[in-house]
């Protein structure tokens, strides 16, 4: 009996949602247009015409940003939810962070040494390319003359 009189304000604005979403939904199916323009079953993208095909591949370092984005940004809610309750933690929240915010440069670390971050070629092998090239180039006109 006590569980009802606390959950039943609860109860009662889920039934309202529903019915107000419902109501909504309804009058929109009533009263909303109906109609077959050329352009209605068109792709429409930010007011663009779409051209081409949707299935473009991407290098694999746009995942990699989009991974890294993801957990640095996680990271952040982390810390700053830390931030927000700093005093209730004290002391032992303040080294749980700090072991936190340790371990994130731990594996920064890690990931730039490993090249995860390394997107462009490196420049001494653009220059040994480069090299290469006129080599063979210098080899080639040397033969035709």
């Known amino acids: 009996m006590i569980l009802a009189t606390i959950y039943w304000p609860l109860v009662a604005y889920?039934?309202?949602?529903?019915?107000?979403v419902g109501i909504i939904v309804l009058l929109s199916h009533l009263l909303g247009e109906r109609h077959e323009d050329r352009a209605t079953h068109e792709v429409y993208e930010s007011?663009?015409?779409a051209t081409g095909t949707s299935r473009l591949r991407f290098p694999a370092h746009f995942y990699m940003i989009a991974m890294f984005f993801v957990i640095f940004d996680l990271e952040t809610a982390f810390i700053v939810a830390w931030a927000i309750a700093v005093k209730e933690l004290g002391w032992a929240g303040?080294?749980?962070?700090?072991?936190f915010v340790v371990e994130l440069v731990v594996i920064l670390i890690y990931i730039w040494r490993s090249g995860a971050l390394d997107f462009a070629p490196d420049g001494k092998k653009i220059l040994?390319?480069?090299?290469?090239?006129?080599?063979?180039?210098?080899?080639i006109d040397e033969q035709n003359n």
């Open 14 to 20: 889920i039934l309202s949602v529903i019915v107000l």
């Open 47 to 49: 007011g663009m015409i």
């Open 94 to 99: 303040y080294i749980a962070v700090l072991i």
């Open 128 to 139: 040994r390319a480069y090299r290469e090239k006129i080599k063979k180039q210098t080899v």
